[in-house]
Structure formats: C-alpha cells, structure tokens
C-alpha cells in the first residue's frame, strides 16, 4: 500500500485538511508549511487518487478539450497554451480527437461528463446539438469556436474571417491581379461556409468575379486537385486558398505543372502554421492567433467555473495578413515594367 495522505500529514506535522488545501490549491498556506507538506510528500512517495477525490466533492481537476484533427498542424499551438494555462491554475487539460466526426464529438464529451469535468473547450468546427444540449443540462461550463451560442454557461470565440480574407484580396488587388480564385473546404464546416462567402463579398466589391471559387476539403490533397481544376478552366494569376494545407497544396500542383510561384501564379494561404514559413517559396497567408485561441478559451472557461453568475461570452480575435514571398505582381505586368512590379 501507498503512503496515504494522513501519513503525510503525520510527518509534515499539519492537519490533513492543510495538506488537501497545498495539493489542490484551494486555500493561501504560509510557504514554511507548503514547503514541509511537499517535503513529506516527496519523502512518502504519496500519490494523490484523483479519482477518489473526484467522488468526495463531485468535481474534477481537469478540464476538457476537444479538437477535431491533432495531426493537423493548426491545432498544436492552441492545445499547448490551453495546456499551459491548465497548469498555471492547478489544472489539468485532458484533449480529446474528434477527426470531423460528430459521432466521435458526441462520445468524447459523454467521457468528459463520466469524469466529472467541470469545463470543456470544443474547438471543433462542427457541433451536434445534441452535444451542446449535454453540457448544459449537466451544468457544465462550454466554450466554443465559431459555432456556440452565448448563454448562462455558454461562451463562443469568434474569428474575423471575413477581415482576413478581405485584406488578403486587397493585397492580390494591389498587386494588380483581377483573375483571382479561390479554394475553399468543405461547406458542411461553418468556418469554411465563413470564408467561402468573405471571398465572394469582398471578390464582388472590388469587381472580381465571385464566382471563381471552387470547394475543397482543407488538405494538401484536395489543394492540389482543386488547383488542376482551377488552372484548366480559367487560368488564374493567383489563388487564395482557405486554409495553409490547401494553398501548400497548391505549390505542388503548380510546380508538377511547370508553374513557377509567384512569378507565373501567386498563391496566398490562411491561418499562418508553421511550415508555412519555411514553405518554397514562403508563403504569404493570414495570421490567426492559435495562442490566444488557447489562452482565451481556458480564461472562458475559468471564468464560468469560478463564477456561475458571470454569464457566458463572446471573444472576438482579429487576424492579420503576413507578406513572404509567395505573391508578386501577375507576369504580364512584371514584364511591361508596371512601377506596381518595383
């Protein structure tokens, strides 16, 4: 048998409800005593039971995330700051993959609510009321990305798409493209029926042709693919694609077809991931905040767990268009020596 925690309150010399309040963070201890506690806890080899404890108060110490592709390089940044921020407070984040599949969303909150979470992030691109329904009725505070409503126990954080992809279009049309497509995901995702429909208001505002945009599935894949579809039947001089996946799609496509980027097509992507800047050519593309996303979502969460009255709410984040090398003036302007080129 293990050290039990009335040992080690025995041989720090302090009650156990001292040594309960130094685990769990739940009450100020002079240091002299926190250090003795942590001695003794150290010396005992003690290990606390979580799930005892978990069936003493009727609540767990961890919280709740759920993502919908881990192997996506979008999601590695938000999970390390929610993580982070978990710690920080004497939590711990239990992440959960969904892989776009409701069924698997709807399982994976069923476990959280079975381990008495207090708290879920469901920063998911598509929710099932069902799912929504569950975490409200038990009381059990939500945050959500661009689908949740706001309520009680309800917070949502909403991404300016539509700022994003406009400041993109503006920089190809400072460029001097007019020949502009897009590649979107797929519109069963609210976030892509978001985008999709910026491209097409701010593609008719500045007398583009809305119409150029094509659907994709947010992969390299379905980059490339839709890229041969694009160049076959109008020929673009550049590409905005949706997603960083999408547009790194692009880049291949366009180089197996004898393109060269960004001299013969321009390609900008969206959400700035990693390998996106050591892409070939860099890739010009439109910074979302994956690490605020993380902070925002536990500091959602906090709130309504330590203040059942404080109410849900909405978290807008901006977005901001970064400039690599990817995008360059079209080619025929290059060669008539436009000023716009230098």
């Known amino acids: 048998m293990g050290a039990s925690i009335k040992d080690v ?8 409800a001292t040594v309960s309040h130094v685990l769990n963070g739940t009450r100020e201890t002079r240091p002299q005593t926190r250090q003795r506690v942590l001695a003794a806890i150290q010396d005992l080899g003690y290990a606390q039971n979580h799930a005892a404890r978990n069936l003493a108060t009727g609540r767990s110490n961890f919280l ?29 984040a239990l992440v959960l993959n969904t892989n ?14 079975g381990l008495q979470v207090p708290a879920v992030a469901v920063l998911t691109s598509q929710i099932d ?52 497509a897009y ?38 894949k379905g980059g490339y693919f839709a890229c041969s579809k694009l160049l ?45 800047e050591y892409a070939q050519p860099a890739l010009t593309t439109v910074a979302v905040p994956r690490t605020e996303i993380g902070k925002t979502a536990f500091e959602a969460l906090w709130t309504m767990v330590n ?7 909405e978290f807008r984040l901006g977005t901001r268009l970064v400039t690599r090398q990817s995008a360059i003036p079209p080619r025929e302007r290059v060669l008539a020596g436009d000023p716009a080129a230098d």
Do not use: W
């Open 100 to 113: 776009y599949d409701s069924q698997r969303t709807l399982h994976s909150v069923s476990r959280l609510v």
């Open 64 to 92: 709740g995330l759920i993502i919908s592709d881990i192997r996506n390089p979008f999601f590695p940044e938000v999970t390390a700051a929610f993580q982070e921020q978990a710690l920080l407070h004497n939590m711990d």
């Open 129 to 180: 009321p069902a799912v929504m329904d569950m975490l409200a009725e038990r009381e059990i505070a939500a945050v959500y990305l661009d689908l949740g409503r706001v309520d009680r126990r309800i917070s949502n954080i909403l991404l300016d798409y539509e700022h994003g992809i406009a400041e993109a279009l503006a920089h190809l049309t400072r460029l001097g493209h007019r020949q502009i």
């Open 307 to 313: 203040d059942p009255d404080a109410g849900g709410r």
């Open 232 to 276: 076959k039947a109008c020929g673009p001089t550049a590409i905005l694609a949706g997603n960083d996946l999408t547009a790194i799609g692009v880049l291949h496509r366009a180089y197996d077809g004898g393109l060269r980027v960004p001299e013969d097509l321009s390609v900008v992507g969206f959400d700035d991931i990693l390998i996106a």
């Open 183 to 220: 590649i979107g995901g797929p519109l069963h995702l609210h976030s892509a029926q978001r985008r999709k429909k910026a491209f097409m208001d701010s593609a008719a505002q500045k007398g583009l042709d809305p119409e150029l945009a094509i659907d994709a599935d947010f992969t390299v």
């Open 9 to 16: 309150a025995l041989k720090a010399g302090v009650s156990t």
